[in-house]
């Protein structure tokens, strides 16, 4: 069965200090990744998408993504962290049912709480 | 677009009654989700239908729940009767059937049974 593992509960980092956020997936086939972030009290906003292609995915907010096959991994990665990016953050993964490669039934990750120090 | 709109952002119920969650998907995106959250289980699908017809209804909890779609721009998920471990978050989404869709997700009801 499909699984989405972040090793990570919580993290803390400083302002301006770069960040990467762990995402390891169990899956037969080619995946369909996703990372979502989610604010205090709110819904989830796509981050970031991977389908296929270039194995580095570029996101909103100045994140990104790294596809890496043989590794099973779909890392977050921010190059210097900002006070407003302290969130919740989820990967997922697309089950892929019913002979579609992309279903939008998504199995999500336990999710990565990001602080952010001053 | 408006994005996807739940209805009520709050609801606050006694054990035992009924609770009914609103959700209008973004227009034109064939496929609807129902998801919970909560601390113990993170997020999880509850039931997802493809043009109005239920597909996989496997993560509904139990008899308690039902959801509909009666037409493409609304859907309901309803608890009779509700109870306090039915307290949790509460999210529908939305997603158009190519190859590079995406579900998009509403604000979430937060629902609380005393």
């Known amino acids: 069965a499909q699984s989405v593992t972040q090793p990570d509960i919580h993290i803390t980092v400083s302002e301006g200090a770069s960040l990467e956020l762990r995402c390891n997936y169990s899956?037969?086939?080619?995946?369909?990744l996703f990372w979502y972030v989610q604010s205090p009290g709110q819904g989830l906003q796509l981050l970031l998408k991977?389908?296929?292609?270039?194995?580095l995915v570029q996101g909103i907010k100045g994140f990104e993504a790294e596809f890496k096959r043989s590794q099973s991994s779909f890392n977050l990665r921010k190059p210097s962290v900002h006070w407003s990016d302290a969130a919740e953050y989820f990967c997922a993964v697309d089950s892929g049912e019913h002979g579609s490669s992309n279903t939008g039934k998504l199995i999500f990750g336990q999710g990565t709480t990001l602080q952010v120090k001053p | 677009d408006a994005g996807v709109i739940q209805s009520p952002r709050h609801e606050v119920t006694e054990m035992g009654q009924e609770v009914t969650l609103r959700c209008k998907p973004i227009s034109g995106h064939d496929y609807l989700f129902w998801y919970r959250q909560t601390m113990m289980r993170g997020l999880e699908l509850l039931i997802y239908?493809?043009?109005?017809?239920?597909?996989?209804d496997s993560g509904m909890p139990e008899d308690r729940f039902s959801a509909k779609m009666p037409n493409a721009s609304f859907s309901t998920l309803k608890i009779q009767p509700s109870e306090p471990r039915d307290s949790a978050v509460y999210f529908c989404a939305s997603s158009f059937s190519t190859g590079t869709g995406f579900p998009d997700f509403g604000p979430g009801t937060r629902l609380t049974v005393t």
């Open positions: 239908f493809n043009n109005n017809v239920p597909i996989d």
């Open positions: 991977y389908f296929s292609g270039d194995t």
């Open positions: 899956y037969g086939a080619t995946p369909y």
